[in-house]
């Protein structure tokens, strides 16, 4: 099992950045997907949730109107289309997937500043 982020980076405020998961080795379109962070001396929090077929999703109050994850069943990929980026958004941003079991990407760093 795998679960493989990227597109993390450095981008100054007001910016914009995507990220991806790639799931590989589990039935992908069974599993509800969803990207968590966690920033230095805080505790991981989700961001954002997606079910199996894509058609409901969940933000943090903290993301909403900036945010949008949706997924690729046909590609086992979920996405973080993340806009009007600040500095409290500068965490690891990991992936999940979440069933009867759960599994995790290994991180991805999201850094905003000027």
């Known amino acids: 099992v795998q679960l493989v982020e990227s597109g993390g980076g450095l981008v100054q405020p007001g910016g914009s950045l995507s990220l991806s998961c790639a799931a590989s080795?589990?039935?992908?379109?069974?599993?509800?997907m969803s990207w968590y962070r966690q920033a230095p001396g805080k505790e991981r929090e989700l961001v954002a949730r997606?079910?199996?077929?894509?058609?409901?999703?969940n933000y943090a109050d903290s993301v909403k109107g900036r945010f949008t994850i949706s997924r690729d069943n046909t590609k086992n990929t979920v996405y973080l289309q993340m806009n009007s980026l600040k500095p409290e958004d500068t965490a690891v941003y990991y992936c999940?997937?979440?069933?009867?079991?759960?599994?995790w990407g290994q991180g991805t760093q999201v850094t905003v500043s000027s």
């Open positions: 999940n997937a979440r069933m009867w079991n759960q599994y």
């Open positions: 080795g589990f039935t992908f379109s069974r599993y509800i």
């Open positions: 997606i079910n199996i077929a894509g058609g409901s999703t």
